[in-house]
């Protein structure tokens, strides 16, 4: 039996720079989307509408600055859990994402169960997002990480 194609291999060379050029820019029109794919505006809107449906793009958002809004610290944390079963496992992922301090939240191997990248308006908010973490229900163990400054950030993947 033929294995089936994932997305990525469903996707021709427009649709690779439809994606890239809204990933460095979400904002701009159809038109010039279209410009920019080589393809004219109403073919350009249909491959869009057709690449959120089937959930490749899945939205759009402004790239806000953290610090000029009042969050001075960006810090990572690496937390470990007292057991691997699914339901603590997904406890724990319910439960942070109701903290809007709490970026991302991803599912780690090695070194920990979870990585979360928070940010926090002062370091005594700060302390107070890690002993929330640490006594936060299974939760073992928490590493924290500050940033000092970050040198990139790329939205999307590459293309």
């Known amino acids: 039996m033929k294995p089936q ?9 427009i649709d690779r720079r439809i994606l890239a050029e809204l ?9 010039e989307l279209a410009r920019r794919a080589g393809i004219s505006a109403p073919p350009c809107l249909r491959r869009v509408r057709r690449l959120e449906e089937a959930g490749i793009i ?3 958002h402004a790239d806000s600055d953290p610090q000029r809004l009042g969050w001075e610290i960006t810090f990572f944390a690496i937390v470990g859990l007292e057991s691997q079963k699914e339901t603590v496992l997904s406890a724990f992922e319910s439960q942070v994402a109701d903290w809007p301090e709490v970026r991302e939240c991803h599912m780690i191997r090695g070194g920990g169960d979870f990585l979360l990248k928070l940010v926090a308006r002062d370091t005594a908010h700060e302390n107070q997002l890690t002993q929330k973490l640490t006594g936060a229900p299974n939760v073992s163990r928490v590493q924290t990480l500050q940033t000092i400054r970050t040198s990139r950030s790329l939205a999307g993947v590459p293309l």
Do not use: E, F, W
């Open 58 to 60: 899945r939205g759009y």
């Open 23 to 31: 990933q460095a820019d979400g904002r701009m029109t159809n038109v």
């Open 5 to 13: 194609p994932t997305d990525s291999q469903l996707l021709d060379a």
